[in-house]
């Protein structure tokens, strides 16, 4: 028998059979699962497994740690011993969302919508870096190598409500061709640019509604407003389909939910969320360049606590609206300062393990988190024994306050530590290593001096 079986067949025994699940998924690193009964989740012998490094409940789903690659072939396994039919943990899944509370609902949300845009905007930003690494070496491009540069990176942020509106179609059980068309018409060429609105450049054009002039621009690089229209446009597809008769589908539907969507996107929804998304983007803002680096540590001291949760994927959001309106994501750079410290506080209590084999199984989840992924070296070391998740969340803050006097910020998203390099080819690489450098030798000597293993 493979691991991986041996694996899913005794994570399926200690969470009560197939019966008692309801959802079965997984990310990048977790096996995560919905329960009807969570009494009958046994922690203990879970994680007494060969290859769970750990497991914790967050956001109404209990997440078992198996690290990268590895997840996928024990989800494999898992999802054909339980031999579910097809559609049946989705429906039970959707019914067991009333059990979350607002913000659990909407951090799931928000990852499960932009899960799919991401890859777009790693490759994105990875293309921005090559260029700027290109210029800085002295090298002029051509017009039309520049042109070309510029269709392969501009592109996906110009057309972003196109993404996102797709995504939430998709995920709300709406034809995720209508939210391409809904998400264009929200950047459509005939609309003045908002960004070139704001600083002057141009001027809306404007409806009038009796007595009433209503603005209008086009919402180049939003997101919220895409977020939310999406949801009433599948909404309103949804119901709609509900009373036209079939043979009027075809043309009643996608008509009337392109007719509403405009006019709610373009007069109500745009010009609120557009004003939201401002304040929040102002507002992290703000606390990232409270001076002396004062907001870079307590963003990069919390960030990895916010891991914990779950609820880290939130803050793609803010990522997505830093880079579609200035171009730069500071709050990768916090990001990344915090995931290094974790792998030098996990360094040093590793060193100071007599047991070989705990020793060699903690250093072995210090190679996932120096690529970026954080929750198996989280769960499965640096978290139980405390004081070192302690000490990495300190350096974390110092190198977040280094990183927040230089003015450290990536030309992309989603790829940390190591791979993040590839962002902070614009000239800022050095000062990326030092900042890098400065987390995980605090961490690393902070752990080395307050951690006391109990195997000692």
């Known amino acids: 028998m493979s691991k991986e079986r041996d694996v899913a067949e005794q994570i399926l025994q200690h969470i009560g059979g197939k019966e008692n699940v309801v959802s079965a998924?997984?990310?990048?690193?977790?096996?995560?699962?919905?329960?009807?009964?969570?009494?009958?989740?046994?922690?203990?012998?879970?994680?007494?497994?060969?290859?769970?490094?750990?497991?914790f409940k967050a956001a109404g789903q209990h997440q078992i740690i198996l690290g990268t690659g590895f997840v996928?072939?024990?989800?494999?396994?898992?999802?054909?011993?339980?031999?579910?039919?097809?559609?049946e943990l989705k429906t039970k899944a959707e019914a067991t969302a009333g059990n979350m509370n607002w913000f659990q609902k909407a951090s799931r949300l928000l990852?499960?919508?932009?899960?799919?845009?991401?890859?777009?905007?790693?490759?994105?930003?990875?293309?921005m870096g090559v260029r700027s690494l290109i210029t800085n070496l002295g090298v002029t491009l051509d017009p039309t190598a520049l042109t070309l540069s510029q269709v392969l990176i501009d592109t996906a942020f110009a057309f972003l409500p196109a993404?996102?509106?797709y995504s939430v179609m998709k995920k709300f059980g709406g034809s995720p061709a209508l939210g391409i068309v809904i998400g264009l018409m929200l950047v459509a060429s005939q609309l003045p640019n908002a960004n070139q609105v704001a600083a002057g450049k141009v001027e809306p054009i404007y409806l009038s509604l009796g007595a009433l002039s209503v603005p209008i621009v086009g919402y180049q690089g939003s997101v919220l407003p895409a977020l939310v229209l999406g949801i009433i446009a599948a909404k309103i597809e949804k119901?709609?389909?509900?009373?036209?008769?079939?043979?009027?589908?075809?043309?009643?539907?996608?008509?009337v939910t392109l007719l509403c969507s405009m006019v709610i996107g373009l007069i109500v929804i745009g010009p609120i969320m557009h004003v939201v998304e401002q304040g929040l983007l102002i507002g992290v803002q703000a606390l990232m360049n409270i001076p002396f680096g004062v907001g870079g540590?307590?963003?990069?001291?919390?960030?990895?606590?916010?891991?914990?949760?779950g609820l880290h994927h939130t803050f793609k959001t803010l990522e997505i609206e830093l880079l579609a309106n200035t171009g730069a994501n500071p709050f990768n750079t916090l990001t990344c300062g915090a995931i290094v410290a974790q792998c030098g506080a996990a360094v040093a209590a590793a060193l100071k393990l007599?047991?070989?084999?705990?020793?060699?199984?903690?250093?072995?989840?210090?190679?996932?988190?120096?690529?970026?992924?954080?929750?198996?070296l989280i769960f499965g070391g640096n978290l139980p024994r405390l004081t070192p998740f302690v000490c990495a969340c300190v350096g974390g803050g110092c190198?977040?306050?280094?990183?927040?006097?230089?003015?450290?910020?990536?030309?992309?998203?989603?790829?940390?530590?190591?791979?993040?390099?590839?962002?902070?080819?614009?000239?800022?690489?050095?000062?990326?290593?030092?900042?890098?450098?400065?987390?995980?030798?605090?961490?690393?000597v902070l752990t080395t001096v307050f951690y006391k293993p109990k195997e000692n």
Request: net charge neutral; with cysteine.
């Open 399 to 444: 190198a977040g306050a280094f990183s927040s006097i230089m003015g450290l910020a990536a030309t992309g998203m989603s790829i940390t530590a190591i791979p993040g390099m590839l962002l902070y080819l614009n000239g800022q690489l050095p000062q990326y290593l030092i900042a890098c450098a400065i987390g995980f030798v605090v961490a690393f």
């Open 354 to 376: 007599k047991d070989k084999k705990q020793k060699s199984l903690y250093l072995s989840e210090v190679l996932p988190a120096s690529l970026g992924i954080t929750e198996p």
């Open 25 to 55: 998924e997984h990310c990048a690193t977790r096996l995560r699962l919905i329960l009807k009964d969570d009494s009958r989740f046994d922690k203990k012998q879970i994680e007494a497994i060969d290859g769970v490094k750990g497991s």
């Open 163 to 165: 993404l996102v509106t």
């Open 111 to 127: 990852g499960d919508v932009f899960l799919p845009i991401i890859p777009i905007l790693v490759a994105t930003g990875l293309f």
């Open 239 to 255: 119901a709609l389909k509900k009373v036209v008769p079939d043979v009027l589908d075809l043309i009643v539907t996608p008509f």
């Open 72 to 87: 996928d072939k024990v989800y494999a396994q898992f999802m054909e011993i339980a031999n579910f039919q097809e559609g």
């Open 297 to 309: 540590f307590i963003v990069g001291a919390l960030q990895q606590v916010v891991v914990i949760t």
